[in-house]
C-alpha cells in the first residue's frame, strides 16, 4: 500500500496513481467511476490545492482561514489599531508583530480644514500656513524656567544609588554644558553624503496623476515640488483635547481620518470596499478620552470606512489582558501623552485613571533642546518648518537615549538624517549627560517643554448626553457657556463662574513655566456643569508620583499591595535601555514614605511575556477580539445606523 493512501482504500487502486496525479486540477477527478474519495485523504487535498477555485477546508481555524476568499472574491478579518495623536499601530488579528506608521495625510488641491491645519494654542488659533511652525515654536521652553529644572535633574545624575533609591557614598562626574559646548565649537563636523553613495537612501515617491491624497510614510517621500502640499496630522488636536475646536468641521474631520486609516490599510493588507464590508474593526482608545472622542472613532469605522462591525476598549485593559494579568497599575507613556491607571478584573478603574501631558517625544525634543545647549549644530537642519523634523528628532532620541546614568559621561556620537530626494547629512559632536537627562525628565516634569495647547486632563465623565457632539460649537456654546436655544427654563439654567477664553476645550490648559505645586493646588472652577463632568484637577505630575497616588486611590488595602507588585510598563517610553529599573527605582523611594515599616513589594513589569513594550497593547486586543466573551461588544454598521451611539453605550465592555 502507498504511503500516502488513506486508510479504507482498495489496494487496486495503487494503479490509478499516475492518473490521478495527471488529473489532479480537477476537483474529485483520478477515481474510478462511481468510487468516491475520502474528503481527508491526501488525494483529495492535492486535487483542492490545483483546483481552479478553492474552499477552505472546514476543519481549519480561524487563525488558518485568514487571507482566504469567499465566493465573492473578498476577505473577512478582524483589525485591530491603537491610534495615537501622530502615530498608529495596526494589523490584523493573527499578525506576529504590527505594523507602525505615521497619521499623516497629504492632500492636493484645496486648502484643507481648519481643524487639521491650524493650531489651537492658548492665545487662540493660528494661521494656516504657519501651523507646522508654530506647533514646533510651542515645543520650545521657557528658558527662565526650563534652566533651572534642567540643574534639578543634573544634580539627580550626580547622585549614585542602589537599586533602590538608597543614596551611596560618592558623585558621578559629569560634563559641564560650556565644555561640551567649547568641544563642540572645535571639533562638531557637518558632512553631506552624496544620493548616490548612499546605501539607505530614501527613494522619492511620484504619485501618478489619478492619485488624490498620500499617507503614512510615504509622505515624507515626496519631492519638494509635489503637488500634494496640503500636509496634515487629522488626530492631532482631536486626540489631545478631546473634543473637536470650536470653528471645524466634523465632515472633513471624519473624511480626513477615514482617508488616513483606509490609506494605510490600502497600502500594506490591499484592501477594497468589499474588503471592509466584511470585516470587523477594534479601536484602542485612551482610558481617559471623552465619550465624544469614542463616539467619533466609531462613526469613521462604521459610517465613512464601512466596517461591518467596530468596537472599542480601554487600552489599559488590553495591556493588562496581553500582560495575562487580572489586576495591574498599567503605566503607558505613549509619544505625546502618558496614562496611568488601575486594571481590576477587566475594568479600568475610574478613580485611578491619570493623564499627563507629555510621553516620548516631549523628552525627544527636550534632548534636542539641551543638545542645541552644548553647540550641536542640528537646527539649521531641522528646525520644525518641515512635517518630518519631528519624525527625525524622536529617531535620534529612540537610537541613542537611554537611562543608565552611569554612561552619562561626555563620548563621541554620529547622528545621520535623511530625506527622500535629498543628500543625507552627517552630524559627528560630543555629547554629555544629555541622552540620559532628557528621558529622566518624566520624573522632573518641569524640565520638559510641554506645549501651552496640551490639555492637562480629560473628562472622565460617563454622565448624561444632551446635546450633539456632532455640533461645531458643541464644545465652546454647549460645554462651558449653556446658550438660550436650550429646552431648559431659563430659571434652571446656572451661568457658569470663572470661564474664561483659556478653558477652550474641556479644561485649563497647561503652562510648562508653572511649577507643579501651585498647579496642583488649583481647584476647578465652581461650575455645575463641570461638576457634572466631574473633571479632575488640572496637574503635571511627575511619572512616579502618578503611578503612586493611581495605586492608593483605591480604598482596599491588599488590592493596593497586589498593584504594587504588577506595575505594567508599556509604551515607547518604557522601550529605552533601563527604563523598567529607573520607574522601579523611583517606585522603592515612594512605598516608605507612604506604608511607613510596614514591608511592601515592588515590582515593574516591562517586557511582559517577552512582548516588546511598544506592542503589548496592541497584542492584548488582537487577542481579545477572537474571544467569545467579547462578541457582544460588537457593533453592527446597521444597528448604529438604526439607533446610534445607544448601541455603543449598551454594547461597550466598560462604562460608558
Same mark, same amino acid.
Given at each position: 500500500?502507498?504511503s500516502? /493512501?488513506?486508510?479504507?482504500?482498495?489496494?487496486?487502486?495503487?494503479?490509478?496513481?499516475?492518473?490521478?496525479?495527471?488529473?489532479?486540477?480537477?476537483?474529485?477527478?483520478?477515481?474510478?467511476?462511481?468510487?468516491?474519495?475520502?474528503? #481527508?485523504?491526501?488525494?483529495?487535498?492535492?486535487?483542492?490545492?490545483?483546483?481552479?477555485?478553492?474552499?477552505?477546508?472546514?476543519?481549519?481555524?480561524?487563525?488558518?482561514?485568514?487571507?482566504?476568499?469567499d465566493?465573492n472574491g473578498t476577505?473577512?478579518?478582524?483589525?485591530?489599531?491603537?491610534?495615537?495623536?501622530?502615530?498608529?499601530?495596526?494589523g490584523?488579528?493573527?499578525?506576529?508583530?504590527?505594523?507602525?506608521?505615521? /497619521?499623516?495625510?497629504?492632500?492636493?488641491?484645496?486648502?484643507?480644514?481648519?481643524?487639521?491645519?491650524?493650531?489651537?494654542?492658548?492665545?487662540?488659533?493660528?494661521d494656516?500656513?504657519?501651523?507646522?511652525?508654530?506647533?514646533?515654536?510651542?515645543?520650545?521652553?521657557?528658558?527662565?524656567?526650563?534652566?533651572?529644572?534642567?540643574?534639578?535633574?543634573?544634580?539627580?545624575?550626580?547622585?549614585?544609588?542602589?537599586?533602590?533609591g538608597?543614596?551611596?557614598?560618592?558623585?558621578?562626574?559629569?560634563?559641564?554644558?560650556?565644555?561640551?559646548?567649547?568641544?563642540?565649537r572645535?571639533?562638531?563636523?557637518?558632512?553631506?553624503?552624496?544620493?548616490?553613495?548612499?546605501?539607505?537612501?530614501?527613494?522619492v515617491l /511620484?504619485?501618478?496623476?489619478?492619485?488624490r491624497?498620500?499617507?503614512?510614510?510615504r509622505?515624507?517621500?515626496?519631492?519638494?515640488? %509635489?503637488?500634494?502640499?496640503?500636509?496634515?496630522?487629522?488626530?492631532?488636536?482631536?486626540?489631545?483635547?478631546?473634543?473637536?475646536?470650536?470653528?471645524?468641521s466634523?465632515?472633513?474631520?471624519?473624511?480626513?481620518?477615514?482617508?488616513?486609516w483606509?490609506?494605510?490599510?490600502?497600502?500594506?493588507?490591499n484592501?477594497?470596499?468589499?474588503?471592509?464590508?466584511?470585516?470587523?474593526?477594534?479601536?484602542?482608545?485612551?482610558?481617559?478620552?471623552?465619550?465624544?472622542?469614542?463616539?467619533?472613532?466609531?462613526?469613521?469605522?462604521?459610517?465613512?470606512?464601512?466596517?461591518?462591525?467596530?468596537?472599542?476598549?480601554?487600552?489599559?485593559?488590553?495591556?493588562?489582558?496581553?500582560?495575562g494579568?487580572?489586576v495591574?497599575?498599567?503605566?503607558?507613556?505613549q509619544?505625546?501623552?502618558?496614562?496611568? %491607571?488601575c486594571v481590576?478584573?477587566?475594568?479600568?478603574?475610574?478613580?485611578s485613571?491619570?493623564?499627563?501631558?507629555y510621553?516620548?517625544?516631549?523628552?525627544?525634543?527636550a534632548?534636542?533642546q539641551q543638545?542645541?545647549?552644548?553647540?550641536?549644530?542640528?537646527a539649521?537642519?531641522?528646525?520644525?518648518?518641515?512635517?518630518?523634523?519631528?519624525?527625525?528628532?524622536?529617531?535620534?532620541?529612540?537610537?541613542?537615549?537611554?537611562?543608565?546614568?552611569?554612561?552619562?559621561?561626555?563620548?563621541?556620537?554620529?547622528?545621520?538624517?535623511r530625506?527622500?530626494?535629498?543628500?543625507?547629512?552627517?552630524?559627528?559632536?560630543?555629547?554629555?549627560?544629555?541622552?540620559?537627562?532628557?528621558?529622566?525628565?518624566?520624573?522632573?516634569?518641569?524640565?520638559?517643554?510641554?506645549?501651552?495647547?496640551?490639555?492637562?486632563?480629560?473628562?472622565?465623565?460617563?454622565?448624561?448626553?444632551?446635546?450633539?457632539?456632532?455640533?461645531?460649537?458643541y464644545?465652546?456654546?454647549?460645554?462651558?457657556?449653556?446658550?438660550?436655544?436650550?429646552?431648559?427654563?431659563?430659571?434652571?439654567?446656572?451661568?457658569?463662574?470663572?470661564?474664561?477664553?483659556?478653558?477652550?476645550?474641556? #479644561?485649563t490648559?497647561?503652562?510648562?513655566?508653572?511649577?507643579?505645586?501651585?498647579? +496642583?493646588?488649583?481647584?476647578p472652577?465652581?461650575?455645575p456643569?463641570?461638576?457634572?463632568?466631574?473633571?479632575?484637577?488640572?496637574?503635571?505630575?511627575?511619572?512616579?508620583?502618578?503611578?503612586?497616588?493611581?495605586?492608593? %486611590?483605591?480604598?482596599?488595602?491588599?488590592?493596593?499591595?497586589?498593584?504594587?507588585?504588577?506595575?505594567?510598563?508599556?509604551?515607547?517610553?518604557?522601550?529605552?535601555?533601563?527604563?523598567?529599573?529607573?520607574?522601579?527605582q523611583?517606585?522603592w523611594?515612594?512605598?516608605?514614605?507612604?506604608?511607613?515599616?510596614?514591608?511592601?513589594?515592588?515590582?515593574?513589569?516591562?517586557?511582559?511575556?517577552?512582548?516588546?513594550?511598544?506592542?503589548?497593547t496592541?497584542?492584548?486586543?488582537?487577542?481579545?477580539?477572537?474571544? +467569545?466573551?467579547?462578541?457582544?461588544?460588537?457593533?453592527?454598521?446597521?444597528?448604529?445606523?438604526?439607533?446610534?451611539?445607544?448601541?455603543?453605550?449598551?454594547?461597550?465592555?466598560f462604562?460608558?
Amino acid at each position: 500500500m502507498s504511503s500516502w /493512501q488513506p486508510l479504507g482504500e482498495d489496494e487496486e487502486e495503487d494503479e490509478e496513481v499516475d492518473e490521478q496525479e495527471e488529473l489532479a486540477e480537477f476537483v474529485g477527478e483520478g477515481e474510478g467511476e462511481g468510487d468516491e474519495e475520502e474528503p #481527508g485523504s491526501k488525494s483529495s487535498q492535492r486535487s483542492a490545492s490545483g483546483a481552479a477555485s478553492t474552499q477552505p477546508d472546514e476543519d481549519e481555524d480561524e487563525g488558518g482561514r485568514e487571507g482566504e476568499t469567499d465566493s465573492n472574491g473578498t476577505e473577512a478579518t478582524t483589525f485591530v489599531i491603537q491610534p495615537e495623536a501622530t502615530h498608529i499601530t495596526f494589523g490584523t488579528f493573527t499578525d506576529g508583530l504590527p505594523k507602525r506608521d505615521i /497619521q499623516v495625510l497629504a492632500r492636493r488641491g484645496a486648502p484643507l480644514h481648519k481643524a487639521t491645519t491650524t493650531v489651537t494654542t492658548s492665545e487662540g488659533i493660528s494661521d494656516e500656513g504657519s501651523s507646522q511652525a508654530q506647533w514646533w515654536e510651542n515645543m520650545q521652553p521657557s528658558m527662565l524656567e526650563w534652566t533651572p529644572s534642567v540643574e534639578e535633574v543634573t544634580a539627580e545624575l550626580r547622585t549614585v544609588r542602589d537599586m533602590r533609591g538608597k543614596k551611596l557614598p560618592g558623585r558621578r562626574p559629569l560634563s559641564s554644558q560650556e565644555s561640551l559646548a567649547s568641544a563642540n565649537r572645535k571639533s562638531a563636523v557637518r558632512t553631506l553624503i552624496p544620493q548616490h553613495k548612499d546605501v539607505d537612501a530614501i527613494d522619492v515617491l /511620484q504619485p501618478d496623476s489619478e492619485t488624490r491624497c498620500v499617507v503614512g510614510e510615504r509622505v515624507f517621500q515626496l519631492p519638494k515640488d %509635489s503637488p500634494f502640499q496640503r500636509v496634515s496630522f487629522p488626530l492631532r488636536d482631536v486626540y489631545w483635547h478631546g473634543h473637536l475646536p470650536a470653528d471645524a468641521s466634523i465632515v472633513a474631520l471624519k473624511a480626513d481620518i477615514a482617508a488616513t486609516w483606509r490609506g494605510l490599510l490600502e497600502h500594506h493588507y490591499n484592501v477594497t470596499d468589499a474588503t471592509l464590508a466584511n470585516s470587523r474593526l477594534l479601536i484602542l482608545v485612551p482610558d481617559t478620552c471623552t465619550r465624544q472622542y469614542r463616539k467619533l472613532v466609531l462613526s469613521v469605522a462604521l459610517e465613512e470606512m464601512g466596517f461591518a462591525h467596530a468596537a472599542v476598549h480601554h487600552e489599559n485593559v488590553c495591556a493588562s489582558f496581553g500582560a495575562g494579568l487580572s489586576v495591574a497599575c498599567v503605566v503607558n507613556v505613549q509619544h505625546h501623552m502618558t496614562q496611568v %491607571s488601575c486594571v481590576v478584573d477587566g475594568l479600568s478603574v475610574t478613580s485611578s485613571r491619570r493623564l499627563l501631558p507629555y510621553g516620548s517625544a516631549t523628552t525627544a525634543h527636550a534632548c534636542f533642546q539641551q543638545l542645541q545647549q552644548c553647540g550641536v549644530p542640528l537646527a539649521a537642519d531641522v528646525c520644525g518648518a518641515r512635517p518630518d523634523d519631528e519624525r527625525i528628532v524622536e529617531t535620534v532620541f529612540q537610537s541613542n537615549a537611554h537611562l543608565n546614568a552611569d554612561e552619562c559621561g561626555a563620548r563621541d556620537c554620529v547622528v545621520e538624517i535623511r530625506r527622500a530626494g535629498e543628500d543625507a547629512i552627517k552630524h559627528s559632536f560630543t555629547a554629555g549627560p544629555e541622552f540620559v537627562r532628557a528621558p529622566l525628565g518624566l520624573y522632573y516634569p518641569r524640565s520638559l517643554p510641554i506645549p501651552h495647547r496640551i490639555v492637562a486632563l480629560c473628562s472622565q465623565a460617563n454622565g448624561r448626553d444632551k446635546h450633539d457632539p456632532d455640533d461645531a460649537v458643541y464644545v465652546e456654546s454647549k460645554t462651558l457657556i449653556p446658550q438660550v436655544t436650550s429646552n431648559e427654563p431659563l430659571a434652571k439654567r446656572s451661568k457658569p463662574q470663572g470661564v474664561g477664553n483659556s478653558m477652550a476645550v474641556v #479644561g485649563t490648559t497647561v503652562a510648562a513655566s508653572v511649577p507643579s505645586s501651585s498647579m +496642583s493646588s488649583t481647584q476647578p472652577a465652581a461650575n455645575p456643569l463641570v461638576n457634572t463632568l466631574r473633571l479632575p484637577t488640572p496637574t503635571i505630575h511627575a511619572l512616579d508620583e502618578a503611578v503612586f497616588e493611581s495605586i492608593t %486611590s483605591l480604598q482596599d488595602i491588599g488590592l493596593r499591595e497586589k498593584l504594587f507588585v504588577a506595575i505594567v510598563f508599556t509604551g515607547p517610553g518604557a522601550s529605552l535601555r533601563l527604563a523598567t529599573e529607573t520607574l522601579q527605582q523611583r517606585m522603592w523611594l515612594k512605598v516608605p514614605e507612604y506604608f511607613g515599616k510596614v514591608p511592601v513589594d515592588v515590582a515593574v513589569i516591562g517586557n511582559a511575556k517577552e512582548i516588546h513594550p511598544n506592542d503589548l497593547t496592541w497584542r492584548g486586543g488582537a487577542i481579545l477580539s477572537t474571544l +467569545s466573551g467579547f462578541d457582544d461588544s460588537w457593533i453592527d454598521a446597521n444597528t448604529w445606523q438604526s439607533i446610534g451611539i445607544r448601541a455603543a453605550r449598551e454594547s461597550a465592555a466598560f462604562e460608558w
